[in-house]
């Protein structure tokens, strides 16, 4: 038995994604079934729709920033009940015995964590090798993967938490960003948005990075104490060694070296969108006052849980622009053009218009 | 009044060194006057004498690892008499009221640290507007610049600890490199070599990685556990995300892409020798494990003093081969052909034969 979901899918790098009947496995004991309510637009999903990366599989339904009610659960589920609000984020399993799951670092998975989409799926029940996301009407997933939405905050606009918010919030804590520190934020998407309201809510004074100067207004209205603006040669050259913590969200490769400059001694920029050659990287930057540069991946499943429960105590969303199911392909275009502020969240009742 | 120096010095970056006198300053109160046995030869005396990295004035006297006796005391001299055995470093001066000074951490002076050669000179006393090094017989120093070397140790294979010693040390001792720890020394040179001895010490399991099987040997000698040659593709890939710690000694700007990815979850490689642009670095290889690069540059006049200590309690030379100073110029060649293990050190006594 499985259960029947409708989504949307792309079959072939090149084509539009298109409406998409497939299966989602029976509930297992502690599998939790959820209606689909809000799916965030990522721009990951848009590079594995068109195979930007390698390695998609076809058909392929993106989507993890999954918000929704749990229709039904397995009789092992203990943390949640049906009618409860949920969400899914960009994992569905993992090793679950290694020393980094051992720690709720499933991102860290030293045998690989199952993304939400795409993902080889090892649990199986389905006919579908692969997992397929939140661009559908249900779900099924394993109770330790699911996470509780607060219920006091817009459900729609919290469904990118589950990937832009636990990418931002996650290094922002791991390096202990709070009162007292100077804290820029390069870049203002998706990701870097989130990064402004977390930083700002840590109690950090924020430091929006950015080339355009609106970008900046905007920043300000998020959160944003001051505004650096990168191509200011001057500018830049002013707040050399003065910050205590750099968020890079730039997605693309870009010359670090002017950011690096920016970091006081011992203090460090962590980049969190661009998985792709940097292009410029000067060894004396890092040497001259013992700077360094880190990634961050996500985050773990408890900490996202953290970072949900911390987005309700202080009222955070996302800022998003709501579609219907089948605007996706033009909105696949406009967050190409970075024409969204910040997000796109597909209404998933749309699919049965 | 002044006294009378002789040394060796260079005029022009395309030319030798040669015989040169000049002064240093009298003492004053807080000032070492020190009689110097032994210089080490480090490879920026090359690059700053032939003008290499831009900057350098002439006549340039180098050399930054002194060691010596002291031959008089200004009066308020507190920490060394008469006789004493000491040593001088890459600094002679910083300016002793910002943050990282207050720290013990002058080679990040906010405002700059003055270079113990080629350094604009601020305290003055003598003709000269910029500091005259080691290859010398003889230099006067600010007590706070001044070290104390070991007595039981072979004075002249101490002279490289206040370069290559420190610029290893410190970051080792920084990142918290200890027992059970699997930590690799990138490259083997003056620096590489000194790298293994230290790691070995604080009871890390040390892995050699180079390009040369002769120079695995060589390591193993010196103290390292392993081997690990990077040209070895199969062997960097078994390798992959088992490291703690990676201390790169490269000294040109390199693709750091296969190193990165040898580091562990939340672990570290910090570069000590290229302060050039790294010619390739990827972005994923920080954002999947959460990993680091850093830089380190030397160590603070604190933490120099401490490393002494050690070698001295752990018998800790470097591994030298003595010269005239009339050898210089051909110590230089052989310098840069790494045609040395792993340091040349010049005996000052044939300064005056």
Redesign the interface.
């Given at each position: 038995m499985t259960i029947k979901a409708i989504g949307y899918a792309t079959h072939d790098p090149k084509k539009d994604l298109v409406p998409f009947t497939f299966e989602r496995r029976d509930p297992r004991q502690q599998d939790v079934v959820i209606d689909i309510l809000y799916c965030g637009v990522c721009h990951s999903d848009i590079h594995s729709a068109r195979n930007e990366w390698g390695g998609s599989s076809y058909p392929l339904v993106p989507g993890h920033e999954i918000v929704g009610r749990v229709q039904s659960i397995g009789e092992a589920v203990s943390k949640f009940k049906v009618g409860d609000l949920v969400g899914v984020g960009c994992m569905v399993d993992s090793c679950r015995h290694c020393a980094?799951c051992d720690e709720g670092?499933e991102q860290?998975c030293?045998n690989g964590f199952t993304g939400t989409y795409g993902g080889k799926d090892k649990i199986g029940g389905t006919a579908h090798p692969f997992t397929f996301g939140g661009y559908s009407d249900k779900i099924t997933v394993d109770e330790r993967f699911v996470l509780r939405i607060p219920e006091n905050l817009d459900s729609a606009a919290t469904s990118p938490l589950l990937c832009a918010g636990i990418t931002t919030y996650s290094p922002l804590k791991?390096w202990k960003v709070g009162p007292g520190q100077k804290v820029g934020i390069i870049g203002l998407g998706g990701l870097g948005h989130m990064g402004v309201k977390f930083a700002h809510a840590m109690g950090a004074t924020v430091v929006m990075i950015t080339t355009s100067p609106s970008k900046g207004e905007d920043a300000k209205k998020l959160g944003a104490n001051e505004v650096l603006l990168s191509t200011d040669a001057a500018a830049m050259k002013a707040e050399q060694?003065s910050f205590d913590f750099l968020l890079n969200t730039i997605p693309v490769?870009h010359d670090?070296d002017p950011y690096m400059l920016l970091l006081k001694?011992d203090a460090?920029m962590v980049?969190?969108?661009?998985?792709?050659?940097?292009t410029?990287?000067?060894?004396?930057?890092?040497?001259?006052?013992?700077?360094?540069?880190?990634?961050?991946?996500i985050g773990g499943i408890p900490e996202t849980q953290e970072m949900l429960d911390f987005c309700g105590e202080h009222n955070i969303v996302c800022d998003i622009e709501t579609i219907a199911i089948q605007e996706i392909n033009q909105a696949y275009e406009r967050t190409i053009k970075s024409d969204v502020k910040y997000r796109f969240v597909i209404d998933m009742a749309t699919l049965k218009a």
């Open positions: 980094s670092l860290y030293n791991h060694n490769g670090v001694r460090t980049i969190v969108g661009s998985i792709e050659p940097l410029k990287t000067n060894g004396i930057n890092f040497i001259f006052r013992r700077r360094s540069m880190a990634g961050s991946l």
